[in-house]
């Protein structure tokens, strides 16, 4: 009877965090408020649709991951091998980051994803979208750069795709998080965003195809 007990509280902690790390998902969400199409399966159907320097989003267990389209199935992102390692100590901490040209398909692997150009959140902050060929530079200074870095609150991976974007990092999804945080908590939230993520294969893979030469086929 008790060991039932036991396996009963230890399945609903379970649960409660992870209907926890929704909700600040959700919150999120509805906090950034942007009117971009729904969340569908990671595919060639939505590969189709997408443009050069078009910002994929990608649903991950409890944040959202960033990546800008490039072209065919290839996505450029940055990327922190030591993803796993976020604690509450370290969550200011500046990792080492790699910036990288993945196939978005395996990238995503089972998360879905949608094209979301954060077209509100570029009139707001009154940050039109770069031309084309800026974007491209941009890419083309990121694969060369020797070192870069990687934080979680002031420069992660939405940050890397909005400067590709729109010339300046930004994090919606961090912006949002402190809306809804105290200052106490902001990093209790922030582990607890990307706790289940870290329990996941993804985060091992480190693998990158970088070849530069797609950008060269770019333009
Ligand atoms: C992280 O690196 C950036 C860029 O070099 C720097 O501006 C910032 O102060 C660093 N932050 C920490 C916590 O070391
Ligand atoms: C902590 O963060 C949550 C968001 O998950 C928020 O709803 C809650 O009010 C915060 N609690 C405190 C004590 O600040
Ligand atoms: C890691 O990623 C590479 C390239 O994206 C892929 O080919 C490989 O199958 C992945 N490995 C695992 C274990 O998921």
Known sequence: MIFLM??????????????????????????INEPA??????????????????????????????????????VIHLHNPEFGK??????????????????LIQLAGDDLCRINNKVSESKRRKLPALPESDTLALMKEELN??????????????????????GVPFSSQIDALKKISSEENLTENLVEMFEVAATLDFVHNTSSENSPEILSAVG
């Open 6 to 31: 036991l396996i009963l509280c230890v399945a609903s902690g379970v649960r409660s965090k992870t209907v926890q790390i929704e909700n600040v998902q959700s919150l999120i969400l509805v906090t």
């Open 145 to 166: 750069r020797k070192v870069t870095y990687y934080n979680v609150v002031n420069y992660n991976c939405e940050h890397f795709a909005a400067k590709l974007k729109f």
């Open 86 to 103: 976020l604690s509450v100590e370290n969550a200011y901490h500046n990792f080492t980051g790699n910036v990288e040209l993945r196939n």
């Open 37 to 74: 199409s729904s969340f569908e399966a990671c595919n060639k159907d939505l590969l189709e649709k997408a443009t050069f320097a078009d910002m994929i989003e990608i649903k991950r267990g409890g944040y959202f991951h960033w990546c800008v389209f490039v072209r065919d199935e290839t």
